[in-house]
């Protein structure tokens, strides 16, 4: 499976972006798909998941509220609506995805990720 984001940018404290992670290669339905950031000097961080059918998610305490993660499978596409963003939440957001597991929150858990996009929240 290859991953591609798309949809980072430049906005400011309070605003949205759609982060979107376009599959190919094969059909992402048996996937688990999540996303992820990486701030500069820090680690990479779960940001949120979503199970094969969509049913399940989970989100980090940081971004539960605001960012909500869904999938269309048909349109073989993940998506990460992030409204009322704050300057802490810039990063280079990515998407992974892992086959056929429950939903996992750990980097080491997802076999394949996206390239990343840059989001950037000024004050």
């Known amino acids: 499976v290859q991953l591609q984001a798309s949809g980072g940018g430049l906005v400011q404290a309070g605003d949205s972006l759609r982060l979107s992670c376009a599959a190919s290669g094969r059909s992402i339905r048996q996937y688990v798909m999540g996303w992820f950031r990486q701030a500069p000097g820090k680690e990479r961080e779960f940001v949120a998941n979503i199970n094969r059918s969509g049913m399940v998610t989970n989100y980090a305490d940081s971004v539960k509220g605001r960012f909500t993660i869904s999938r269309d499978n048909a349109e073989n596409t993940g998506y990460l609506q992030m409204d009322s963003l704050k300057p802490e939440d810039t990063a280079v957001y990515y998407c992974?995805?892992?086959?056929?597991?429950?939903?996992?929150?750990?980097?080491?858990?997802?076999?394949?990720w996206g390239q990343g996009t840059q989001v950037t929240v000024s004050s």
């Open positions: 992974a995805a892992v086959y056929g597991v429950p939903t996992v929150s750990a980097v080491s858990e997802y076999s394949y």
